[in-house]
């Protein structure tokens, strides 16, 4: 079992930063790729960010590329997502979530609400 744990949301005005930490729960990190995804009120849940197990790749959706820039430490067990040039559309509750085979994402976190208010 993986549990994962956000932590760093909060409120931020548009243009501003978060960083977003995760920490995941299992003896075997280097298994799992990670990822980060975001669901608003109303929507479903989407991708923002994966990083494969070794973080030597990574992938991230369109309308977040050269803002947000995910990474991992897997010697702390944590997964990393900066986010730069917050604008109200990224309003969301951010999720962490790992996957064995880095397709299907079977474990998530309870979330980390952010809020950028214009």
């Known amino acids: 079992q993986v549990q994962l744990v956000e932590s760093g949301g909060g409120l931020v005005q548009a243009g501003g930063s978060l960083r977003l930490s995760c920490q995941v729960s299992t003896r075997t990190i280097t298994n799992y790729a990670l990822a980060w995804g975001r669901q608003a009120p109303g929507k479903e849940r989407e991708f923002v960010a994966t990083?494969?197990?070794?973080?030597?790749?990574?992938t991230y959706r369109d309308s977040v590329k050269g803002r947000f820039t995910i990474s991992r430490d897997n010697a702390k067990n944590t997964v990393i997502l900066q986010m730069n040039s917050l604008n109200p559309e990224d309003t969301a509750t951010y999720y962490c979530a790992a996957s064995r085979d880095g397709s299907s994402y079977d474990y998530w976190g309870q979330g980390t609400q952010v809020t950028v208010s214009s």
């Open positions: 990083i494969s197990p070794s973080g030597g790749t990574t």
